[in-house]
């Protein structure tokens, strides 16, 4: 069965250092995602993306962070300067074409940033 | 906004009774709700979904869930429990406004299952 793939499982980074956090979305699906949870709280969306844009962001996702398919398969997360209250699991997700509120979204497993 | 409650934040019930987990949404318009699972240093797992069809959803390892509009809630039940659904369950609604189909999750419910 398909299933969206992250990388690195963990990533722990200096406070004021850019990360990238990667994915790899299920190949035949064009809507992308990424989501964050903080330690203890609730999984929240950061910003989706759709024909090599971004659809919609929450205010959590300020200028600090960005989003690119560098290529056919990859879909990345850059934060440019972590603070120590970026330290979450962050999820990337992928679903199908329509861009419905039907779709199923496909999450991986996550990648926890530690901000030191 | 759409809004989804989860009522309890730990759930404990022995091996082979039922399982309730109950969730309470809040929606200007018809949604899309979801129940997903996380296990232990896992990603997000889809149990099941409601999409307007018919409003008892059958998902994955016996869990189902119920519609009801009246009551604006969207509980989740198992009718015996195992010791592997010990995970943290997430009720979510789909908003579809702006055009990303963002999911809004509630704050989790941890079941423990027993001996």
């Known amino acids: 069965e398909p299933e969206v793939t992250q990388t690195p499982s963990h990533q722990v980074t200096q406070m004021g250092q850019e990360v990238i956090l990667r994915c790899v979305p299920i190949?035949?699906?064009?809507?992308f995602y990424w989501y964050r949870q903080i330690l203890g709280q609730k999984v929240e969306f950061l910003v989706s993306f759709y024909n090599n844009e971004i659809s919609e962001k929450s205010e959590i996702f300020d200028d600090q962070f960005s989003v690119e398919r560098p290529d056919g398969s990859n879909f990345t997360l850059k934060i440019r300067s972590t603070k120590l209250e970026d330290s979450a699991m962050y999820f990337c997700a992928s679903s199908s074409s329509t861009g419905q509120s039907t779709d199923t979204q496909y999450f991986g497993p996550g990648t926890r940033l530690t901000v030191l | 906004a759409q809004s989804v409650t989860q009522l309890d934040s730990h759930v404990s019930v022995s091996e082979g009774t039922p399982v309730l987990l109950r969730c309470n949404y809040s929606?200007?318009?018809?949604?899309?709700l979801f129940w997903y699972v996380q296990h232990p240093n896992k990603g997000l797992q889809l149990l099941l979904k409601y999409t307007s069809a018919a409003t008892l959803v059958k998902g994955i390892n016996g869990f189902e869930a119920e519609f009801k509009k009246s009551e604006t809630s969207f509980h989740l039940t198992k009718p015996s429990a195992h010791m592997s659904d010990a995970a943290e369950y997430f009720c979510v609604v789909s908003d579809l406004r702006g055009g990303g189909n963002k999911l809004t999750f509630g704050t989790g419910t941890q079941l423990k299952v027993e001996l």
């Open positions: 929606s200007s318009y018809s949604p899309s």
């Open positions: 190949s035949n699906h064009l809507y």
